[in-house]
């Protein structure tokens, strides 16, 4: 495989993406996103509406990939928006693959949050475990999967899942747990003392994931996944929100008050979810091995720069 069409181009995990690619000794990285990409990120992009079915059509024909990755996907807004951007652009991307170009595969990505409330005795969570997703995110990813392993089985194609836990890393968007502590962190050191940070719950168990990590598990998924099967991209390790907060607030070396905040909760939040990636061991040759530490100090010291820019 020589060419990669990347899209949600514009996004947090298609920044780490790109780069991994060209490293594999991928000859052409190629990306579409309804935003514009950043520049010299790519070989060459284009602005699309991808849950518009032409729009994907026009991208998957003129670029002609060998791999596509596909990261389009809206996690907080509006119901009919995320149930958009995730699932309906999944299925325009398989229908166009299967009317243009069969053999080209594909790497959709899923989520942690497919599984929904996982019983602490079936945990860490395996791919197998039925879920039961809560929220209208995990019900569209959890839509997303059952439209791969259909396409393999029916359609013959070559559509694999891989399903990242919480992601971490220089980037990370306040649309994700870490980079939402981030930036109220971030705000909270722009202003004046007394310095307090207002922040949703704390008490629940998560298992994060460095973004690294994450790409080389969605590279490899592309190289020997198998059709129609997903892949946890885990650390099989829980940590509470709140030990992150803490962490966090280290790093800013400043003294900064925590308030709990009620209505910061998201809804449908489950309370501990934590992955196993047995099967990306044994299938993929994938493990996790960015520590964790090491990722939490990269992305708040990134986000420096990141905030700054922000409110320019």
Same mark, same amino acid.
């Given at each position: 495989?020589?060419?990669?069409?990347?899209?949600?181009?514009?996004? =947090?995990?298609?920044?780490? +993406?790109?780069?991994?690619?060209?490293?594999?000794?991928?000859?052409?990285?190629?990306?579409?996103?309804?935003?514009?990409?950043?520049?010299?990120?790519?070989?060459? %992009?284009?602005?699309? @509406?991808?849950?518009?079915? %032409?729009?994907?059509?026009?991208?998957?024909?003129?670029?002609?990939?060998?791999?596509? =990755?596909?990261?389009?996907?809206?996690?907080?807004?509006?119901? @009919?928006?995320?149930?958009? *951007?995730?699932?309906?652009?999944?299925?325009?991307?398989?229908?166009?693959?299967?009317?243009? !170009?069969?053999?080209?595969?594909?790497?959709?990505? #899923? *989520?942690?949050?497919?599984?929904? $409330?996982?019983?602490?005795?079936?945990?860490?969570?395996? $791919?197998?475990?039925?879920?039961?997703?809560?929220?209208?995110?995990?019900?569209?990813?959890? &839509?997303?999967?059952?439209?791969?392993?259909?396409?393999?089985?029916?359609?013959?194609?070559?559509?694999?899942?891989? /399903?990242?836990?919480?992601?971490?890393?220089?980037?990370?968007? *306040?649309?994700?747990?870490?980079?939402?502590?981030?930036?109220? +962190?971030?705000?909270?050191?722009? #202003?004046?003392?007394?310095? !307090?940070?207002?922040?949703?719950?704390?008490?629940?168990?998560? @298992?994060?994931?460095?973004? $690294? @990590?994450?790409?080389?598990?969605?590279? +490899?998924?592309?190289?020997?996944?198998?059709?129609?099967? &997903?892949?946890?991209?885990?650390?099989?390790?829980?940590?509470?929100?709140?030990?992150?907060?803490?962490?966090?607030?280290? +790093?800013? /070396?400043?003294?900064?008050?925590?308030?709990?905040?009620? !209505?910061?909760?998201?809804?449908?939040?489950?309370? &501990?979810?934590?992955?196993?990636? /047995?099967?990306?061991?044994?299938?993929?040759?994938?493990?996790?091995?960015?520590? =964790?530490?090491?990722?939490?100090?990269?992305?708040?010291?990134? !986000?420096? %720069?990141?905030?700054?820019?922000?409110?320019?």
């Amino acid at each position: 495989m020589t060419v990669a069409l990347v899209t949600g181009a514009a996004g =947090f995990v298609a920044q780490h +993406l790109a780069p991994a690619l060209r490293n594999k000794g991928f000859t052409k990285i190629l990306g579409a996103d309804i935003r514009p990409t950043r520049q010299g990120v790519f070989d060459a %992009s284009q602005v699309a @509406d991808l849950t518009v079915k %032409s729009e994907m059509l026009r991208v998957v024909e003129s670029f002609a990939p060998d791999v596509v =990755f596909h990261l389009a996907g809206l996690v907080n807004t509006f119901e @009919d928006s995320i149930r958009a *951007s995730n699932l309906d652009t999944a299925r325009h991307l398989i229908e166009c693959v299967r009317e243009t !170009s069969p053999l080209t595969r594909i790497v959709l990505v #899923g *989520s942690a949050a497919e599984y929904g $409330e996982v019983p602490l005795d079936r945990q860490p969570v395996e $791919e197998t475990f039925v879920g039961n997703p809560q929220g209208v995110y995990g019900k569209a990813k959890a &839509a997303v999967s059952a439209l791969a392993s259909h396409a393999a089985a029916e359609d013959g194609l070559h559509v694999v899942v891989a /399903r990242p836990f919480n992601i971490i890393g220089p980037g990370v968007p *306040s649309s994700l747990v870490v980079g939402a502590i981030v930036d109220r +962190l971030r705000r909270t050191l722009a #202003g004046p003392p007394p310095r !307090s940070a207002r922040i949703g719950k704390t008490t629940s168990i998560r @298992d994060f994931v460095a973004v $690294e @990590d994450v790409v080389e598990g969605l590279i +490899l998924a592309g190289e020997r996944g198998k059709p129609g099967a &997903a892949y946890n991209l885990c650390t099989g390790v829980g940590r509470s929100v709140a030990e992150v907060l803490a962490k966090l607030i280290l +790093l800013t /070396r400043e003294g900064i008050e925590v308030e709990n905040d009620p !209505s910061l909760v998201r809804e449908m939040e489950t309370n &501990a979810l934590v992955g196993s990636w /047995r099967k990306s061991q044994l299938e993929l040759d994938w493990s996790p091995h960015v520590q =964790f530490d090491v990722s939490l100090r990269a992305t708040w010291e990134a !986000s420096a %720069s990141e905030f700054a820019n922000s409110i320019v």
